[in-house]
C-alpha cells in the first residue's frame, strides 16, 4: 500500500469532535470515516448539526461532493490511528496535539499528522472561569471536574493560575483510571455532600462521552456548572464557553482537501481555534434558582429558553 492510497481525519484527545476520513485511488472517488464520541452516526451527515452540515458544505464548495467523488463511513476507532501508522497522513481535531503527543510543534507538525487545535490554554480557562464568577459572583467552594491525570497536567496548574488570578480558590474533583458512569456519581455524590456551589467541566472528551449523564448529575446535586461544550448547554447544562465547531471543521476540511491534492501533512501548520461561542440556558438556570446578570445574557451568543 502507497502512502497517499488512504487518509484519516481523527481528533478528541483533550476536548474535541473526534472526526476520521481517508482518501482512496482511483482519484475518482474519495471515502471518509467520521467518528464522534457522542454524536449519533445518522447525525453525521450535511443535514446533521451545523457543525456537520458546514464540515460537508466546506468539502463542496472545494470540489468534494458526497454521492459524487465522496463516500462517507461511519464509526471507526480514534485513537487506534495513531498507533496503527507512521505514514498514513491523519488530519485531527484536538484539544492540544503537542500536549497529546500527535506533534512536536503546532507550526511545523511534521511526520504525517496535521489539523485544527481547539483548546487555547489558559486563557479560555481563565475565560470560562471568569463568566462563572459571573453567574455566581462569591461561590464558597469551587471544583474543576476531570481527570486525575488532567488536573496534575499542566491543564490543571493553568485551571489554578487562572483561578489565582480572580481571586478564586478552587480544587479538583478528580476521576482516576477508566472513567465510567459509576465514578461519576460516586463524585457527583461526594461533591453535594460538601455543598459544592461553582463546577468546571474539563474540556476533556470524556466530558462529552458522558454529557447528559453530567447535566443529570449537576440538576439533581443543584450545582451550576460551566462546560466545554455547547451541546451540553442543549442538554440542559448551565452555560459554556465552546469552539465554534462550524468553524473548526471547515479548517479541518481544508486541510483534508491539500492533502488529497498532495500536499503533506506535515508541511500543514495546526490551525489555532479561535472562535468560542458563550452559551447560557436560562431555564436551567431559573431552576437553580440564579438570575443570570441581564449584561451576561446579552453578551451571550445564544440563549436557550
Known amino acids: 500500500m502507497r502512502r497517499r492510497e488512504f487518509m484519516t481525519l ?74 496503527a501508522t507512521a505514514t498514513i497522513p491523519i488530519v485531527a481535531t484536538a484539544g492540544d496535539p503537542v500536549n ?5 510543534s503546532i507550526a511545523h507538525p511534521g511526520g504525517n499528522i496535521t489539523g485544527v487545535a481547539v483548546d487555547a490554554g489558559v486563557e479560555i480557562i481563565g475565560k470560562r472561569l471568569g463568566l462563572l464568577l459571573e453567574a455566581i459572583p462569591k461561590p464558597s467552594n469551587a471544583k474543576f471536574l476531570g481527570s486525575r491525570k488532567s488536573w496534575e497536567a499542566a491543564s490543571g496548574r493553568m485551571v489554578q493560575d487562572a483561578a489565582g488570578h480572580l481571586g478564586l ?48 448529575l449537576a440538576a439533581k446535586s443543584r450545582i451550576p456548572a460551566i462546560y466545554a461544550y455547547r451541546e451540553t448547554v442543549a442538554l440542559g447544562g448551565l452555560m459554556a464557553y465552546a469552539n465554534d465547531w462550524a468553524d473548526t471543521l471547515r479548517r479541518a476540511a481544508d486541510a483534508i482537501v491539500q492533502i488529497l491534492k498532495g ?4 508541511d500543514i501548520p495546526f490551525f489555532q481555534a479561535t472562535k468560542f461561542q458563550l452559551v447560557i440556558n436560562a431555564k436551567t438556570a431559573k431552576a437553580l434558582g440564579l438570575e443570570i446578570p441581564p449584561a451576561l445574557l446579552l453578551r451571550a451568543d445564544e440563549v436557550i429558553e
Not at 476520513?21 to 482511483?26: D, E, H, I, L, N
Not at 460516586?186 to 458522558?210: C, G, I, K, N, P
Request: glycine residues 8%; without cysteine.
Open 10 to 83: 481523527i481528533g478528541g484527545v483533550a476536548a474535541a469532535w473526534p472526526l476520521a476520513a481517508r482518501a482512496q485511488k482511483p482519484t475518482t472517488m474519495k471515502r471518509i470515516a467520521m467518528v464522534h464520541p457522542a454524536e449519533k452516526v445518522v447525525d453525521m451527515t450535511i443535514n446533521g448539526p451545523r457543525a456537520f452540515r458546514a464540515f460537508f458544505e466546506e468539502l463542496g464548495t472545494l470540489g468534494y461532493v458526497e454521492g459524487r467523488n465522496l463516500l462517507v463511513e461511519s464509526n471507526f476507532l480514534v485513537l487506534a490511528f495513531k498507533a
Open 100 to 104: 497529546a503527543g500527535f506533534v512536536s
Open 169 to 216: 480558590s478552587i480544587t479538583g474533583a478528580l476521576l482516576d483510571g477508566t472513567i465510567d458512569e459509576a465514578q461519576y456519581r460516586s463524585v457527583f455524590a461526594t461533591m453535594e455532600q460538601d455543598r459544592v456551589d461553582a463546577l468546571v467541566v474539563s474540556a476533556e472528551v470524556v466530558s462529552l462521552t458522558y454529557a447528559q449523564l453530567l447535566v443529570d
Open 263 to 266: 500536499v503533506n501533512p506535515g
